[in-house]
């Protein structure tokens, strides 16, 4: 199967699951902290209008600045570098109870978005 259909179908059930069953592949068992907020990594929130700006083919780098911060790894699949490399990050929106936005990135670019509930 497609890498890139594996990688839309993960968003999606990630999306209609809300908050998933957790990650897949933990980083660490603490939330780090951005040098320069001292906000911890997966409290940034998204509206509706900054998801609108956030183009397929962007970098991880690019959507965190829209959107002000990194957002809560859900998954990883690959090895970093690798064209396969695949990770699935989720932010908390605004808008109704259980609001949020997952991105899929693969090999460095976005892949796919979704979200649920944002205003």
Same mark, same amino acid.
């Given at each position: 199967?497609?890498?890139?259909?594996?990688?839309?179908?993960?968003?999606?059930?990630?999306?209609?699951?809300?908050?998933?069953?957790?990650?897949?592949?933990?980083?660490?068992?603490?939330?780090?902290?951005?040098?320069?907020?001292?906000?911890?990594?997966?409290? #940034?929130?998204?509206?509706?209008?900054?998801?609108?700006?956030?183009?397929?083919?962007?970098? #991880?780098?690019?959507?965190?600045?829209?959107?002000?911060?990194?957002?809560?790894?859900?998954?990883?699949?690959?090895?970093?570098?690798?064209?396969?490399?695949?990770?699935? #990050?989720?932010?908390?929106?605004?808008?109704?109870?259980?609001?949020?936005?997952?991105?899929?990135?693969?090999?460095?670019?976005?892949?796919?978005?979704?979200?649920?509930?944002?205003?």
């Amino acid at each position: 199967m497609n890498f890139k259909w594996i990688a839309i179908s993960l968003i999606v059930a990630l999306s209609l699951s809300g908050c998933g069953s957790g990650p897949a592949k933990q980083t660490s068992g603490q939330a780090s902290k951005t040098e320069a907020s001292g906000k911890e990594e997966g409290t #940034y929130t998204i509206t509706k209008a900054k998801f609108e700006k956030i183009e397929n083919g962007m970098s #991880y780098e690019e959507v965190t600045k829209i959107i002000g911060g990194p957002g809560e790894l859900l998954s990883e699949i690959g090895n970093k570098g690798e064209k396969t490399h695949t990770t699935v #990050y989720m932010y908390k929106g605004e808008g109704t109870i259980g609001a949020n936005a997952n991105f899929t990135f693969q090999g460095g670019k976005l892949l796919a978005k979704a979200q649920a509930g944002l205003k």
